[in-house]
């Protein structure tokens, strides 16, 4: 008797009399699999012993995790926008552009950016020479402009080529220090849009890895005023 695998565990799990076996079902073994062994998908065999028994047996697939090389176990982010796509959206330039590239984007409603963080950061000489770590202040900064591609999509204020500027900022905490080699993760969630105003509330949070590392609401403000844009060349 032979059943279709569904599953893999390598180890004696029960021997069934044949009598039992219009009884026993694969949900029922399923279930039984994951209680004792743990495991999310396993593969049932079955070999008769003798006349009057069928012995069972779960196998499960070896981890192949740790042959992995280190360099292939992690994908890359995904690009929405790369570098030039952000350029062409915001106003900022060298050295206060502070976003790499946008990997997620939902417009009208949310966008993730990241900033590679290095030990070339021009702040890093001031901040600290011998502990060198990101400034909150340029943290903030960084997120506003990851919220600034929501505000700025012609989608959601009705115009393009403006500039947007930091208005307030509340409920700002920060939870670790960020050093280079950290790659800065920054969500930013559109909460309120004022078109006719031009005022825009957002939720921001930033994170290392999984850790949080800094969060806050922005209150942004869009314009067009001529000698502002000129500001940013």
């Known amino acids: 008797m032979q059943l279709p695998p569904f599953l893999s565990c390598s180890q004696p799990m029960?021997?069934?009399?044949?009598n039992s076996i219009p009884s026993l079902t694969l949900g029922s073994l399923s279930q039984l699999g994951r209680r004792s062994l743990g495991c999310p998908s396993?593969?049932?065999?079955?070999?008769?012993l003798s006349n009057s028994s069928l012995h069972c047996s779960l196998n499960?697939?070896?981890?192949?995790h740790e042959d992995t090389p280190m360099e292939k176990r992690f994908p890359p982010y995904p690009t929405v926008m790369d570098i030039n796509q952000i350029r062409e959206r915001l106003p900022h330039r060298f050295p206060f552009l502070l976003v790499d590239r946008i990997?997620?984007?939902?417009?009208?409603?949310?966008?993730v950016g990241i900033k590679n963080v290095t030990i070339n950061d021009n702040f890093f000489p001031g901040h600290f020479p011998e502990r060198p770590i990101m400034p909150g202040v340029l943290m903030i900064e960084a997120m506003s402009q990851v919220g600034?591609?929501?505000?700025?999509e012609p989608d959601v204020k009705g115009t393009s080529g403006e500039v947007f500027f930091l208005a307030r900022v509340d409920k700002v905490r920060f939870r670790k220090p960020v050093?280079?080699?950290?790659?800065?993760?920054?969500?930013?969630?559109?909460?309120?849009?004022?078109?006719?105003?031009?005022?825009?509330?957002?939720?921001?949070?930033?994170?290392?890895?999984?850790e949080l590392v800094c969060e806050g609401e922005f209150l942004m403000a869009t314009g067009s005023d001529p000698q502002a844009r000129f500001l940013y060349p």
């Open 179 to 210: 050093i280079p080699g950290d790659t800065l993760v920054m969500r930013m969630t559109l909460m309120k849009m004022h078109k006719r105003f031009g005022v825009a509330k957002l939720e921001g949070k930033a994170y290392v890895g999984s």
């Open 148 to 152: 600034g591609a929501v505000i700025l």
């Open 60 to 64: 499960v697939p070896e981890n192949t």
């Open 42 to 48: 396993l593969s049932l065999k079955l070999t008769h």
């Open 103 to 111: 990997i997620e984007y939902k417009p009208g409603v949310s966008v």
């Open 14 to 18: 029960a021997v069934v009399s044949s």
